[in-house]
């Protein structure tokens, strides 16, 4: 058996059946872990928390730490659009661990979550977090928040709302970068290979992908240059 367990769920399919909005978000969270250790980590824990860990129990793993690719209360809890998403806070009371994200986004974390800062681990781009003996690396990629992360297994890339199948993530929101989201795309993504498979935080386009596909197919990486990229964003 891989000695990488990696699983993606969907809200509303795989995991809060019962939530309509959940259903309606799209969104993904995904586990990864190290079968041979046991240990499993969690990217974004939201909207059915206790769902997510029953799920990684019966898969025989063991929660050990939790990923943030950003701050949003559909990624990790809080109140957004007049209802409140179960998040973070939630999966400190079902299964205590620390939340990993980018020193940028913490305090924003901490704001829509209601956490401590002894819950959270700052990171910035390029630091690993180790899960058993499998590696992940944070990639900083801002531009739909400033401490947006994606985060890089050998072949995947889980990428949160920095890029889906088709399109990207808002940057009009409070936090976005329209230029920031343009360099992040051009070159801060640029280098990875073609293979590499992308995991998107929502289900816009669909579930995956390999890198080399995303780019023939989603218009927002085929853009030529920045002044083309802001008439293209509506600025």
Same mark, same amino acid.
């Given at each position: 058996?891989?000695?990488?367990?990696?699983?993606?769920?969907?809200?509303?399919?795989?995991?809060?059946?019962?939530?309509? *909005?959940?259903?309606? +978000?799209?969104?993904?969270?995904?586990?990864?872990?190290?079968?041979?250790?046991?240990?499993?980590?969690?990217?974004? @824990?939201?909207? *059915?928390?206790? $769902?997510?860990?029953?799920?990684?129990?019966?898969?025989? +793993?063991?929660?050990?730490?939790?990923?943030?690719?950003?701050?949003?209360?559909?990624?990790?809890?809080?109140?957004?659009?007049?209802?409140?998403?179960?998040?973070?806070?939630?999966?400190? #009371?079902?299964?205590?661990?620390?939340?990993?994200?980018?020193?940028?986004?913490?305090?924003?974390?901490?704001?829509?979550?209601?956490?401590? &800062?002894? $819950? /959270? *681990?700052?990171?910035?781009?390029?630091?690993?977090?180790?899960?058993?003996?499998? &590696?992940?690396?944070?990639?900083?990629? @801002?531009?739909?928040?400033?401490?947006?992360?994606?985060?890089? /297994?050998?072949?995947?890339?889980?990428?949160? $709302?920095?890029?889906?199948?088709?399109?990207?993530?808002?940057? $009009? /929101?409070?936090?976005?970068? @329209?230029?920031?989201?343009?360099?992040?795309?051009? &070159?801060? /993504?640029?280098?990875? @290979?073609?293979?590499?498979?992308?995991?998107?935080?929502?289900?816009?386009?669909?579930?995956?992908?390999? +890198? #080399?596909? *995303?780019?023939?197919?989603?218009?927002?990486?085929?853009?030529?240059?920045?002044?083309?990229? +802001?008439?293209?964003?509506?600025?």
């Amino acid at each position: 058996m891989a000695q990488l367990y990696f699983r993606q769920l969907l809200a509303g399919r795989d995991f809060g059946q019962e939530n309509p *909005v959940a259903a309606q +978000m799209q969104n993904f969270v995904y586990l990864i872990g190290d079968r041979d250790t046991g240990e499993c980590i969690v990217v974004d @824990p939201a909207w *059915v928390v206790d $769902d997510i860990v029953d799920i990684i129990e019966a898969d025989g +793993m063991k929660l050990t730490g939790a990923l943030a690719t950003h701050y949003h209360p559909d990624h990790v809890g809080g109140s957004m659009m007049g209802f409140t998403v179960e998040g973070f806070a939630h999966l400190l #009371g079902r299964s205590p661990c620390k939340l990993h994200c980018h020193d940028l986004e913490a305090d924003l974390i901490k704001q829509v979550t209601g956490v401590e &800062e002894t $819950d /959270l *681990v700052r990171h910035r781009s390029g630091d690993k977090v180790t899960v058993g003996g499998v &590696e992940i690396e944070l990639l900083h990629t @801002p531009g739909h928040t400033p401490g947006s992360l994606c985060f890089r /297994l050998k072949h995947a890339l889980v990428a949160g $709302d920095t890029l889906f199948l088709q399109g990207c993530g808002r940057t $009009d /929101l409070p936090g976005g970068d @329209p230029e920031e989201m343009y360099r992040t795309l051009s &070159e801060r /993504l640029s280098t990875l @290979p073609s293979d590499t498979v992308l995991y998107p935080g929502h289900a816009y386009g669909g579930e995956h992908a390999p +890198m #080399g596909q *995303v780019r023939q197919e989603n218009a927002y990486l085929r853009v030529p240059n920045l002044e083309t990229w +802001m008439r293209f964003m509506g600025r």
